[in-house]
Every structure is written in C-alpha cells, then in structure tokens.
C-alpha cells in the first residue's frame, strides 16, 4: 500500500509562489499516474492537476492553467505542484493522490490512495 505524504503548504499572500511535494512512504508512485485536488471549506474537493507515468503529460483545471505546474521526480519518488500568483480563492486544503492506473484523469474515483492533505491559505 502506497501513503502519500504532503508537505510545502503555509500562510501565503496574493501573488506570492509556493511548491508543495508529495513523497511516498511504502510502495512506490513507479506505473502509476498522479494527481492534486483541493478542498475549501463547504465545498466539494475538486480536480487541480494530474500527470500521467512514463512520457510525462499534464493536465490542468481552467483555474490554475498557467499558474501551476505539476511535475513528478520518479527516482525520489516524490510529485511536485509549483504554484505562481496565487489568488485568495487557491485557498483549500491540497491533497496529493495516486491513481489507479498510469493515465491521468480529473475523477476521484480513479484515485486510489490519498495523503492528508497540506493546507495552503492566501489572503488577498
């Protein structure tokens, strides 16, 4: 069983960059895609980025496009998520997961582990 771990979240303020990394304690990410999703108060958990194993390929939500990146070293099995100009409304808690097979998707049920999510709060 793979547990994911997040780490990087803080107290930001608009416009600032943040990295969060996501480690694995137990099995490795290797065969398996990855994903970030977030989840703010009273609100549902929502899709933020994924990529894909082997040829890296991305996939972002509309919200983040071209403010976040997302980014996976393999050999230190870790997955990264670069965020620039953060917005008050990026504030959620940021929850790491690996999916159940290599291709990347947006649905949570094709995740099958989760960390316990790091929170990341940006004030305006």
């Known amino acids: 069983q793979v547990q994911p771990v997040e780490s990087g979240g803080g107290l930001m303020q608009a416009g600032d960059s943040l990295r969060l990394s996501c480690a694995a304690s137990?099995?490795?990410?290797?065969?398996?895609?990855m994903g970030w999703f977030r989840q703010a108060p009273g609100k549902e958990r929502e899709f933020v980025a994924a990529?894909?194993?082997?040829?890296?390929?991305?996939d972002y939500a509309d919200s983040v496009m071209g403010r976040f990146t997302i980014s996976r070293d393999n050999d230190r099995n870790t997955l990264y998520l670069q965020m620039n100009s953060l917005k008050p409304e990026d504030t959620a808690r940021y929850y790491c997961?690996?999916?159940?097979?290599?291709?990347?998707?947006?649905?949570?049920?094709?995740?099958?582990?989760w960390g316990q999510g790091t929170q990341v709060t940006v004030s305006s």
């Open positions: 137990g099995r490795t990410f290797s065969g398996y895609s």
């Open positions: 997961a690996v999916g159940r097979g290599w291709r990347a998707t947006r649905r949570i049920a094709d995740y099958a582990y």
């Open positions: 990529v894909t194993w082997g040829a890296p390929r991305t």
